[in-house]
């Protein structure tokens, strides 16, 4: 919604007319004033979708939705994508903040709009009308689909509870099944009343319900299936109510979940046929790695007629700006803070363009696993990336790698003992994960063959070169082993930042737009309800080949992206499920879907946790029963060599020290207590 409608907005409350009062003061805006016009239509749109539960630059999952973007991250939240410094780099099971009186409010306006807009269709035209009333439908049903991910079944509230009008101001949760079906008949209603395109810059329309639908009976589709594979069953009564508040019943789990696989298909489906969007691919040229990588660079940014954008919350500057940028650079820009997000290398496995060793790790050394054999050199960092998915040098800054007109200079330490080298650690197992490499003899012995810098830049030591020059004992932006604010992991994030070499980074001074939804998520929905209807034995919903569609849909992202295409079309098996996790897992990275993904999917607690990449990993190597943590990928400098090698580990900095609890409980959030104790119907969660 554009700026000036949402100042508006602000400035204004909604009222009925005044109480004994033959004239109403004109300070007072009244239902006809906004709701007899379409200026007056302008400014509540603004103010329903100021208060939509959108997960952008002003989203952090640990602090919930504040609407502030302070120390905005994304990939953080235990999703294996990214480490941060902070606190706020932990699991996502729960939020500071929870999405439950905000939610409330903007129900009841869009609740308002759909009892009191027909007071004045006749001030409007048929399909304008319609649309509006689609919008409340659309903005209600988007407001059910957030509490219901986060609590399972809620209050479903339809109407506007008049106080003290009403009798009964209190409504109970109703079941988890329930609410998905109201969440599926609101999507459906505003799908029948909206236009195809949006009648203006910041409204929604037909296809953007049908986008979100899809998501949503995704989730709900998993929910239901999902849920029995957790030991126990994962469903619950209500001690106040007895209502199945979480999970479905036994007898209906089955019947629940290829229902809302089928609507999350035909959603999907019917955004496909339409042919309204497609991928971006303005640069993209076949066989031409640098092409694909620019492409994808630009399509985060690009709003001139790109054809994926679905629904994108833009930003003005400087009316209306978020500080991802200022939080996330590299340490080379001297943002006010810096490098916020910093990717995993078993984020990096997850992409094509890497030698592994035989369990699938990313290969470091000549030998059969990252404790045998000798390091591999480099001529450069850059040269162990050299084949990678062009996808993930968009996502992901690599050691070396130019941005913004500068080299990103990035290493851990530089090794002056003879060659070849052998591994520096002895376990570089989960367990180890607490023996850094300043506790190795090599750094703490003299003579030293092993130079690391101790804290930050500033302190770096200084090694000098067989040649006589000198060099830093670690890169311009780290990682430095007591410092977490540089590059961690020994990456940064790239998607998402802003790469003008002229951008100012200042807190609250970016303005690049956030995509909520795109085309390529609508493919990947696609596929995986097509995988799980077949899995099910359910036969296409609209006469399309499902699975047919399914392996396009993968095919297609998976070109753009410079990915090897598949060899063979998806099946009805789990192995094609997990495949479209996969690529679902890579290509919606760091847009805050994944953190979602890994809760309906139900593998974030040990005993799911071999499905967590999206493929059959040993659960083993990154977790124990309920902590797991990520690894490191760090480049050294060899003096004798005059190459690089790099290390793979749980423990070279902070990195190794932060790791993440999930629990099958965690699957539901928690109702806020002050709710749960002033109410005699609203129930906690069950076994909390």
């Known amino acids: 919604m554009k700026h000036k409608l949402i100042s508006a907005m602000l400035c204004m409350t909604l009222a009925t007319s005044c109480v004994d009062m033959d004239i109403a003061p004109k300070n007072i805006v009244t239902s006809e004033s906004l709701l007899s016009n379409e200026s007056g239509m302008d400014i509540y749109m603004a103010r329903l979708y100021s ?12 602090w919930g939705l504040n609407f502030n973007g302070w120390l905005n991250a994304i990939g953080i939240d235990g999703t294996g994508e990214a480490m941060n410094r902070d606190g706020i780099c932990r699991a996502f099971t729960g939020e500071d903040n929870a999405y439950w009186g905000k939610a409330f409010e903007l129900l ?61 101001l209190e409504v109970p949760r109703a079941s988890e099944e329930e609410t998905w079906n109201q ?10 009343l909206m236009m ?23 989730y709900a589709g998993s929910v239901a299936k999902y849920n029995e594979t957790v030991t126990g069953r994962l469903t619950g009564l209500g001690a106040k109510t007895g209502v199945r508040v979480i999970g479905f019943d036994e007898s209906r789990w089955q019947e629940a979940s290829k229902k809302y696989f089928t609507e999350a298909y035909k959603a999907a489906s019917e955004v496909i046929k339409s042919g309204v969007y497609s991928l971006y691919k303005k640069k ?28 994108v919350k833009e930003y003005a500057y400087p009316t209306s700006t978020h500080a991802y940028d200022s939080y996330n650079l590299p340490l080379t820009f ?8 910093c990717p995993t290398a078993d984020f990096v496995e997850l992409f094509d363009g890497f030698d592994r060793y035989p369990d699938g790790t990313l290969k470091v050394t000549t030998g059969n696993s990252s404790t045998e054999g000798n390091y591999v050199m480099y001529d450069s960092p850059m040269d162990y990336y050299k084949n990678a998915e062009p996808r993930l040098r968009a996502y992901v800054i690599f050691p070396g790698d130019m941005f913004k007109g500068k080299e990103i200079e990035i290493y851990a330490g530089v090794y002056t003992g003879s060659t070849p080298i052998k591994p520096l650690l002895s376990d570089y197992s989960y367990g180890s994960a607490t023996t850094k490499y300043n506790h190795l003899s090599a750094y703490k012995e003299k003579p030293k063959t092993l130079y690391l810098s101790p804290k930050s830049e500033d302190q770096q030591e200084i090694v000098t070169l067989p040649d006589g020059s000198t060099m830093k004992a670690a890169g311009q ?7 977490g604010g540089s590059a961690m992991t020994g990456l940064l994030a790239r998607k998402w930042l802003n790469p003008d070499p002229a951008f100012v980074p200042r807190e609250g001074n970016s303005a690049q737009p956030f995509i909520l939804m795109r085309y390529a998520e609508v493919l990947l929905n696609a596929a995986e309800a097509a995988v799980e209807l077949s899995l099910a034995g359910v036969s296409s919903p609209d006469d399309t080949d499902m699975l047919s569609v399914a392996t396009k849909a993968i095919n297609d992202i998976r070109e753009r992206a410079g990915a090897r295409l598949l060899t063979s079309s998806l099946a009805g098996t789990i192995d094609s499920r997990d495949i479209v996790r996969k690529e679902r897992r890579k290509e919606l990275a760091f847009e805050h879907k994944t953190k979602w ?43 004798e060599t005059g190459k690089w090698f790099f290390d793979v580990c749980f423990n070279y900095t902070t990195a190794g020290d932060k790791d993440f609890g999930y629990t099958p409980l965690d699957y539901y959030f928690s109702i806020p207590g002050g709710e749960v104790s002033k109410s005699p119907v609203i129930d906690q969660q069950p076994n909390r």
């Open 334 to 341: 001297k943002a006010p803070l810096n490098c916020g997000v």
């Open 597 to 639: 993904d890994l809760r309906r999917w139900r593998v974030n607690h040990y005993e799911g946790r071999d499905g967590f990449w999206g493929e059959q990993r040993d659960k083993d190597r990154f977790s124990n029963t309920t902590r797991y943590r990520f690894r490191g990928i760090y480049p050294f400098y060899s003096t």
């Open 196 to 218: 195809p395109g949006s009648p203006k810059s910041g409204y929604s329309n037909k296809y953007v319900a049908l986008a979100f639908k899809s998501e949503a009976m995704l």
């Open 51 to 62: 208060n939509m539960p959108w997960e952008d630059f002003k989203y952090l999952s640990q």
């Open 183 to 192: 969440v599926l008949a609101d999507y459906d209603k505003a799908i029948e």
């Open 477 to 483: 932006n780290g990682p430095f082993y007591e410092d």
């Open 108 to 168: 009841r306006d869009a609740n308002y709009l759909i009892e009191n807009l027909p007071k004045y269709q006749g001030s409007y035209a048929e399909i304008t009308y319609n649309h509006y009333l689609g919008e409340a439908y659309y903005v209600r049903a988007t407001v059910f689909y957030a509490m219901a991910r986060r609590f399972g079944g809620i209050p479903l509230v339809t109407k506007v509870i008049q106080y003290p009008g009403d009798g009964n």
């Open 284 to 311: 993209w040229a076949a066989n031409d790695p640098e092409a694909q990588y620019q492409n994808m660079v630009d399509m985060f940014s690009d709003l001139s007629n790109n054809p994926e954008n679905i629904y």
